[in-house]
């Protein structure tokens, strides 16, 4: 269970591999700061630890838990904020069903997932797990605007050290392809709220026959708000899913489509389920009755039908005909060749701030089914974010390859603050029910935007509150200030929203007299500026909104390091606390499985160690606590040996792997602090440390090779044993014995 008390420093529990990875590095870190007196404590933001504290009412008192994400959220609205936060499963649907599978079988009375609510008690049931779903987290804990960046030491190393980069050539037929109109982009309208116009406002559905039904109220839209509608027509989508598979077929490449079905939880996976269909279509259309009878739901994923298939009478008859549809369809494009997964298979399984960066880096490049590398027609239907993949690919074609040993880099700073641009994460998007009109009325009366709306047509309302706009602003004008690099806001004039942003950034540049200092440009052509500058070995900052940062600080870390795991990630909450990110990993399900069939995880830990260091600097800075600015500096040494030595995690079995990267920080912090003179006491406490761990370093580094090779037995996924988690993560006696 976390812990109940505020401490100097929170450390998140979360899932999957960095969580995994915390069971080794955790103690570590609490062994070297108790000796500064510095507290490090955690709170459980994990999707099961969510899940049980959502129902507390139906576990017994040993099983229930303190409610760690709404704490959390009162925390860093304050200035003693330190939050050392790891990336947490953003839920999907089949993930938020497995775990609460996993939890039911551990014997936790908590409801199943009520697709068809028909009771009030489902419908409250459903609402609560709905609130689980997709970035329920990030919302609720950044309470300040990004500032991601490549640490130099980390940046010198991928230049010194080239990742691999797949060649481009200017004949690759690899593409993106996106609706030709009536996506979201188009429909887009925004404005900003004024005083009359402030209150509580709500969204409503207006049917053909005039009857009203409220989607949502006491919707508080303050003066300054930015406040956006928009929809996406699926008569549209499906007809552009069409030929996008019939194009992909003619040009003789691989279908693949790129969505976030995580963060966009309603949204996205609508559109990934009309992409199943699409690619089904004669399927639906001759046996359809069947399938929605046997609880078929393409949203779910290829998988899930497939596997719904399979339970009915004549599930052979239908196979045979995906097969041979199969056969007449283009190339898909695999997430696992080995194990049949296909792109379309589970909707969190291809995340497009992911999968597109892959692409391009790979030289345009997927799998098909047969392990094969070809070229891919790169499906994002709606065009808000799609210019920037397709302007990257078209820039390497040109030029070719990014080449890592000269390329300078792009810092984010990224407008999040208070909820800023959740499109689709949050309940402003609603699948229209009916033909008729969703329209926003506003506290006055007055109806702000109004969109008519077919049957199943995606709507979806988001805003950005005036304050957190401000400090995004100023935020950019102190990285570029202190950097004096190219600084770009990636804003649109053509877009709706983007075109209202401009109005507060355009002001505040000249305000400050540094307008010369800034551009404005829509993102295609910021991808093409940022990726000249780059080349030429210079850096540049994007200045972005919510969607685009997260894409960004993916893309171009992945082009420039080889990953994004290792960017620092700080969040200067706007009342004056921190919140330190461990880079834009993800939680990597793929490391869990390699971990559980063989007993290695590659998880790389170099956000962690960066954020580490950032959050003692925060702390000593913030609490004038000296002995923790000590240990800051020497985990940024312990960091840079860790580079500069190459004791990252290897990728196969029998190499070393996240826990030997862990004992290497461990002694290199211990040494760097045993070495420092700032602080005498801490120095000659950490010198018997550092002796014993270089002593030691054959037997403990035989330990930690022994445990390898094995499955692992963690006593679960989404919600693991402690005692087994720990055996499988600590298996060195020897080291274990110098931190306790």
């Known amino acids: 269970m976390a812990d109940t008390t505020t401490p100097d420093i929170v450390y998140t529990i979360v899932d999957e591999a960095p969580e995994l990875a915390s069971a080794s590095f955790l103690p570590i870190i609490r062994s070297f700061t108790s000796a500064a007196g510095v507290s490090v404590g955690t709170k459980d933001i994990s999707v099961a630890g969510r899940i049980l504290a959502t129902f507390p009412e139906r576990l017994t008192d040993a099983q229930r838990v303190s409610d760690d994400l709404a704490e959390l959220g009162q925390l860093v609205k304050t200035p003693d904020a330190n939050v050392i936060k790891l990336p947490n499963i953003s839920a999907s649907m089949p993930q938020l069903n497995a775990a609460i599978a996993e939890l039911q079988a551990k014997g936790y009375d908590i409801p199943s997932y009520p697709n068809d609510p028909a009771t009030d008690e489902e419908q409250d049931i459903k609402a609560r797990y709905d609130a689980i779903k997709g970035s329920a987290v990030n919302p609720v804990l950044r309470e300040g605007n990004s500032d991601r960046r490549a640490a130099r030491a980390v940046k010198n190393f991928a230049q010194n050290n080239p990742h691999s980069m797949g060649k481009w050539s200017p004949d690759s037929k690899t593409k993106v392809s996106s609706m030709p109109g009536n996506d979201f982009y188009a429909n887009e309208k925004s404005a900003t709220i004024t005083a009359q116009q402030a209150g509580d406002a709500r969204i409503e559905f207006v049917g053909t026959d005039g009857a009203v ?37 003619a040009d003789g490449t691989m279908f693949s489509l790129h969505m976030k079905a995580t963060m966009m939880k309603v949204s996205d996976p609508i559109i990934f389920g009309h992409a199943v269909k699409a690619w089904l279509a004669p399927i639906f259309a001759k046996y359809g009755s069947a399938l929605e009878a046997a609880g078929v739901n393409p949203n779910s994923g290829m998988g899930d039908v497939l596997a719904r298939i399979a339970t009915l009478p004549n599930a052979a008859e239908i196979q ?61 239907p709606d065009r808000c974010y799609s210019t920037v993949y397709d302007e990257s690919i078209k820039f390497f074609k040109e030029n070719g390859a990014l080449d890592v040993t000269k390329a300078g880099s792009v810092a984010n700073v990224g407008l999040m603050a208070q909820k800023a641009e959740e499109y689709g994460s949050h309940p402003t998007t609603f699948e229209a029910p009916a033909d008729g009109t969703i329209r926003i009325v506003l506290a006055n009366g007055e109806t702000l935007h109004s969109h008519d709306v077919e049957a199943g047509d995606i709507w979806r309302s988001c805003t950005v509150k005036q304050a957190p706009i401000e400090n995004w602003i100023q935020l950019a004008l102190d990285r570029q200030r202190l950097t004096g690099s190219e600084a770009i806001f990636w804003l649109d004039a053509n877009r709706a929203h983007d075109a209202e942003l401009i109005k507060y950034v355009t002001p505040a540049l000249d305000a400050a007299g540094v307008a010369d200092k800034f551009l404005i440009m829509a993102p295609r052509e910021a991808t093409r500026q940022s990726l000249e500058t780059i080349t030429a070995g210079k850096d540049s900052i994007a200045i972005t909104g919510n969607v685009l940062r997260d894409y960004l600080t993916d893309l171009f870390p992945i082009l420039e390091l080889g990953t994004s795991a290792k960017m620092l990630s700080i969040v200067k909450l706007m009342n004056g606390g921190g919140l330190f990110e461990t880079g834009a990993g993800g939680s990597a399900p793929k490391h869990v499985q390699q971990l559980m069939e063989e007993n290695h995880l590659r998880w790389d830990s170099m956000g962690e160690f960066c954020a580490l260091g950032e959050s003692l600097n925060f702390l000593a800075d913030s609490k004038g606590n000296a002995k923790a600015g000590v240990l800051g500096k020497a985990a940024e040494a312990a960091t840079q040996g860790i580079l500069d030595d190459n004791r990252s995690p290897s990728r196969k079995v029998g190499e070393p792997d996240n826990r030997d990267s862990h004992y290497w920080f461990a002694r290199y912090w211990a040494e760097a602090l045993a070495a420092q003179t700032e602080d005498a006491e801490l120095a000659a406490h950490f010198a018997p440390i550092a002796k014993d761990l270089a002593e030691k370093e054959a037997a403990i580094l035989a330990e930690l090779a022994a445990a390898q090779g094995a499955p692992a037995d963690l006593g679960g996924y989404y919600k693991t044993d402690p005692a087994k988690t720990a055996a499988v993560m ?9 931190f306790g």
Not at 222 to 228: F, K, S
Not at 335 to 345: A, C, E, P, W, Y
Request: proline letters at 4%; aromatic letters at 4%.
């Open 213 to 249: 039904t409220v989607l949502k109220d006491g919707w508080t839209l303050d003066e300054g708000t930015v406040a956006d509608a928009t929809f996406l027509s699926v008569k549209a989508l499906a007809d552009f899913l069409g030929a996008a598979i019939e194009d992909t077929k």
């Open 320 to 380: 045979a005909e995906i097969d041979a549809l199969t056969a007449e369809r283009p190339a898909m494009y695999m997430v696992d060749s080995d194990k049949g997964i296909t792109n379309l298979h589970v909707p969190s399984d291809v995340i497009i701030d992911a999968s597109m960066p892959a692409v391009i880096r790979a030289g345009g490049k997927g799998w098909d089914a047969a392990g094969n590398k070809g070229d891919t027609n790169c499906v994002i």
């Open 730 to 738: 600590r298996p060195s006696a020897t080291l274990n014995a110098i």
